[in-house]
């Protein structure tokens, strides 16, 4: 929307002109005062602390001066109430048919945009990426553009300490945005401080984090029209997916993978509750009670076998048990309530 004029002021949103309308707390106690005189109040009656809020009244109309007698008379509510409402409407709809041009206004831009290389260069198939820089602008630029829906699967366990904040503050704009976000992590994440910290919060925001007990592959998925998976083992590269094909069959691996991830209370991890019972002792006990060897554990949660012995070794103390098998079986019976014995 333009003017003629440089110097006059913005329209105001439908938003701007309800809080505009509202008397404060000042003025609505000066009108009860005056209802209370039934309605009228002569103007050397009106104390002087109370000039100001006469004066917002009268310019909301909710007192009218009556020139005869020297005196403001209460006038209804509801008679404001139509007067306002009818202006926020008038103005709403100026701004609905505004937003209706934007496109029109914003065309140039963006038929530059999508004449530029880096649109109309690309193919629709897979293409690469091999600088970080690259790949963080690629995987914001996707974020902006493709607001709908999120899906993320992160193996690896601790997240980058130095991407979180990153990390969260995308989270953050893409649900404000009105988009959803689903993240699957391996159980190894809840061992980590930072990481939890980070879960905990997105989920507070809206995001969901779940937690499958298989394997999984690195992906970023955006509105199930692209995708972002690694093209080396270093994930120093990226491949671009745009092929309909491969990226429906990522979502489904993703969906698979979502209907059998456990869900996780970040929130009591992040607060350090006890009764999560996640502690990494709690961890490789849950995996022990479900038959994985010491070699599996590790991988799982990855941690070293040395230190996945050195939980199992005071297992064996808590549990009395001579034998692993005989900690697994009596892991068993503690959990679903029956006797190890």
């Known amino acids: 929307m333009t003017t003629d004029d440089p110097a006059a002021p913005a329209l105001r949103t439908p938003s701007e002109m309800l809080s505009a309308a509202l008397p404060d707390e000042a003025a609505q106690e000066l009108y009860l005062s005056v209802l209370h005189e039934s309605g009228r109040i002569r103007a050397a009656d009106v104390d002087a602390r109370d000039a100001v809020p006469l004066e917002r009244l009268v310019e909301l109309g909710l007192l009218v001066p009556q020139v005869l007698d020297a005196s403001y008379s209460a006038v209804d509510p509801r008679a404001v109430v139509d007067r306002i409402g009818a202006g926020v409407r008038s103005t709403g709809a100026r701004l609905m048919a505004e937003a209706e041009r934007l496109p029109e206004l914003m065309g140039g831009l963006t038929r530059a ?160 509750s006890a009764e999560s019972a996640n502690s990494a002792q709690d961890q490789v006990g849950r995996l022990l009670a479900q038959g994985l060897t010491q070699r599996a554990i590790a991988s799982r949660l990855g941690l070293s076998e040395r230190t996945v012995a050195a939980h199992i070794a005071r297992l064996r103390e808590l549990y009395d048990a001579e034998t692993l098998f005989q900690l697994g079986w009596q892991m068993r019976g503690a959990r679903t309530g029956e006797s190890g014995a």
């Open 113 to 272: 945009y999508d004449a530029a290389p880096c649109r109309s260069d690309r193919p629709v198939g897979v293409r690469y990426l091999t600088d970080m820089e690259e790949i963080r602008h690629e995987i914001e630029r996707f974020s902006q553009e493709y607001r709908n829906e999120g899906l993320t699967a992160q193996p690896g366990g601790a997240r980058p300490v130095a991407l979180l904040p990153d990390s969260l503050d995308r989270a953050r704009r893409y649900l404000e945005r009105g988009g959803s976000m689903r993240t699957l992590y391996e159980p190894a994440a809840r061992l980590d401080g930072p990481t939890v910290d980070y879960a905990a919060e997105a989920t507070r925001l809206g995001c969901a984090v779940r937690v499958p007990a298989v394997p999984f592959k690195r992906m970023l998925v955006f509105d199930r029209l692209v995708a972002v998976i690694p093209a080396a083992a270093d994930n120093s590269s990226a491949a671009v997916v745009e092929d309909p094909a491969t990226v429906a069959f990522l979502v489904d691996v993703f969906e698979q993978h979502w209907q059998q991830a456990e869900g996780v209370n970040w929130a009591a991890l992040s607060a350090g």
